[in-house]
């Protein structure tokens, strides 16, 4: 049971324009949620996080929303460079429980210059 | 001044030897952890220590056995090896449990022959 989906495993986008990645949960516990990019043959790198009593949080270019009705989180990143080229995790977490951290399965975005 | 250092970067061998992969973090953290990433790319939790106590220990085969010397240190010792054991190993570590991002070492890629 995959409680953190990210559905579109691809996402190609022209360079100046708009990236928007989307990550779902299913547990209504979680209140803590991460965004990370990962280049090949590197380990994941923490790029931006939102907690739960937020709907939004802005770090540059990177943009995190949270819909909590709908269990939902998306990452935009604005304007879109070919370094941002990666896979990208969303990660959630239940603070008040075990404190681990379920990893999505990725969405690899592709800048296209 | 790599901030988590894992070693060896790659490591091949023979089904049902016993191998370790060693990790280290020079940020001050302590809080350590290992995930496994397997061949669908999902990146799941194997263990946590904080403080050199483990602290999550997921339904992993009691073949693998983590230790931590110490706060900057956590080693994965694997015994007899079988195919599925092939992965990329990451570790991890963040300044305590729950809302803190991690920081993550670049892997070690884990073939069994």
Redesign the interface.
């Known amino acids: 049971d995959q409680q953190v989906k990210q559905n579109s495993p691809s996402l190609s986008v022209q360079e100046g324009r708009i990236s928007i990645l989307n990550c779902d949960y299913t547990n209504s516990m979680f209140d803590?949620f991460?965004w990370?990019k990962k280049y090949p043959?590197?380990?994941?790198?923490?790029l931006i996080?939102i907690?739960s009593i937020k709907d939004k949080n802005e770090d540059g270019r990177f943009t995190v929303f949270l819909n909590k009705s709908a269990k939902h989180l998306s990452l935009h990143i604005v304007p879109s460079q070919p370094g941002d080229s990666a896979?990208y995790?969303c990660a959630a977490?239940a603070?008040s429980g075990?404190?681990?951290?379920?990893?999505g399965?990725?969405t690899r975005l592709k800048v296209l210059a | 001044d790599t901030a988590?250092s894992q070693t060896p970067k790659y490591l091949v061998t023979q089904m049902g030897n016993d191998k370790s992969i060693k990790c280290e973090q020079n940020l001050g953290h302590d809080t350590m952890y290992w995930y496994k990433q397997d061949s669908?790319?999902?990146?799941?939790?194997m263990f946590?220590y904080n403080n050199k106590e483990l602290?999550?220990n997921?339904t992993v085969p009691n073949r693998f056995s983590p230790k931590s010397p110490d706060k900057a240190h956590l080693n994965l010792h694997i015994n007899s090896l079988e195919l599925g054991d092939s992965a990329v190993y990451?570790c991890?570590s963040s300044y305590g449990?729950?809302?803190y991002?991690?920081?993550?070492?670049?892997?070690t890629r884990l073939t069994v022959t």
């Open positions: 803590y991460l990370y043959a590197e380990g994941p790198t923490f996080s907690s896979v995790f977490s603070t075990t404190y681990k951290y379920i990893f399965t990725g | 988590v669908k790319k999902f990146l799941k939790i946590s602290i999550i997921e990451f991890a449990r729950g809302s991002e991690q920081y993550f070492g670049p892997g």
